[in-house]
């Protein structure tokens, strides 16, 4: 998948982007994951935490793109 790198995460924050490039998941430290769709002017749907008091570490897409899979220091 792309590579990206920007402020957000700079602020602790994770970014992932699918590998149709179409896709871009972004996670703050405190399970808030959102899904952007680049194609699609609305707004991301939020995606419900499971480990509210866990920093997310990672954040990414799988080959196919179907899933995103997050990661904490648990």
Same mark, same amino acid.
């Given at each position: +998948?792309?590579?990206?790198?920007?402020?957000?995460?700079?602020? &602790? &924050?994770?970014?992932?982007?699918?590998?149709?490039?179409?896709?871009? =998941?972004? &996670?703050?430290?405190?399970?808030?994951?959102?899904?952007?769709?680049?194609?699609? +002017?609305?707004?991301?749907?939020?995606? +419900?935490?499971?480990?509210?008091?866990?920093?997310?570490?990672?954040?990414?897409?799988?080959?196919? &793109?179907?899933?995103?899979?997050? =990661?904490?220091?648990?």
């Amino acid at each position: +998948p792309p590579t990206y790198s920007s402020r957000y995460e700079d602020c &602790g &924050g994770k970014v992932a982007v699918s590998p149709d490039g179409v896709r871009v =998941a972004t &996670g703050r430290r405190v399970w808030d994951i959102s899904l952007w769709s680049l194609d699609r +002017p609305v707004g991301p749907i939020r995606l +419900p935490g499971l480990a509210r008091d866990r920093s997310i570490r990672g954040l990414t897409f799988t080959a196919d &793109g179907s899933q995103v899979l997050a =990661a904490s220091t648990d």
